[in-house]
């Protein structure tokens, strides 16, 4: 017997609802994904993690479908609305993320090796990233949420352990202004906090952030291997939310933290 295709839910995010739409005008024409697949550049296997939801795709993606399936532009319209370019460049796994970013109210992030993404430079993006313009390109974009009119951009309260500031990426020119970005962004809205080299704390489980949304709600992400997760379950984003308070008696206040970061910038990095 024939797979049973899996069951939608479009109202779970961006990905499930373009797969969701992709599915409904690939089946209103008639066609199996087999059959999708010989009359677009993409595999059935790749047409189909896309209309479950677990894969994103690019603009051209929607290009072909609405070419085919004679949608008058209806998926690439949808494409635009919902990902705004960003799904080619992010992995799969972290593609909905922009979205929670650009409703949260507050966000706290700890990142333990490299310098959070909303703070990067490019030059510091572009080694990360292995000079991937695109890539690069959305994770600047994605810097514009922290400095929108309206409505007012989410307080952000980052921590991280001094070593991150002592760890090359790229070229001395890069740390020392990655470092000097990251001292200046301190604001009342956004506190950098760093946690000096010293005794043993909790925050050696790795990178996570967690959003906090309108009505109260939160949702996290974790960093993890071979990638991260989205997390929405009360008790693990209880159990994050309290490590974060944890890990965050171990830091710094912000302005002591910005003397310190300048500090090293100008010992250690200046060119």
Not at 84 to 97: I, L, Q, S, Y
Not at 110 to 121: K, N, R, S
Not at 202 to 222: D, H, M, Q, S, V
Request: charged share 25%.
């Amino acid at each position: 017997m024939p797979q049973r295709p899996k069951r939608l839910t479009p109202s779970r995010g961006p990905l499930d609802l373009f797969g969701s739409e992709v599915r409904r005008y690939r089946e209103l024409a008639g066609l199996s994904l087999a059959q999708f697949a010989d009359k677009i550049p993409f595999a059935a296997s790749t047409i189909g993690e896309i209309e479950r939801g677990e894969a994103a795709c690019d603009r051209v993606f929607a290009e072909q479908c609405d070419r085919v399936l004679d949608t008058r532009e209806a998926l690439t319209h949808l494409h635009d609305g919902l990902f705004d370019g960003r799904t080619a460049v992010f992995p799969e796994h972290f593609a909905a993320w922009p979205d929670y970013e650009l409703q949260a109210e507050v966000m706290r992030s700890y990142e333990p090796l490299v310098i959070d993404g909303l703070l990067q430079t490019p030059s510091y993006a572009e080694v990360l990233l292995y000079g991937d313009r695109q890539a690069v390109q959305a994770r600047i974009e994605r810097q514009s949420v922290l400095v929108r009119d309206e409505p007012p951009p989410p307080r952000l309260i980052y921590l991280l352990p001094e070593r991150v500031l002592r760890s090359r990426v790229g070229t001395t020119e890069v740390m020392y202004e990655q470092l000097h970005r990251l001292a200046d962004a301190v604001s009342p809205r956004l506190s950098v906090q760093v946690i000096p080299d010293g005794p043993p704390h909790p925050g050696n489980l790795g990178a996570f952030r967690i959003a906090t949304l309108p009505e109260k709600t939160r949702i996290a992400y974790t960093a993890s291997e071979p990638h991260g997760k989205i997390l929405d379950g009360r008790f693990d984003i209880e159990r994050l939310h309290e490590r974060f308070a944890d890990i965050a008696t171990y830091a710094l206040p912000a302005e002591l933290s910005a003397v310190l970061i300048r500090e090293i910038a100008e010992d250690v990095w200046k060119p």
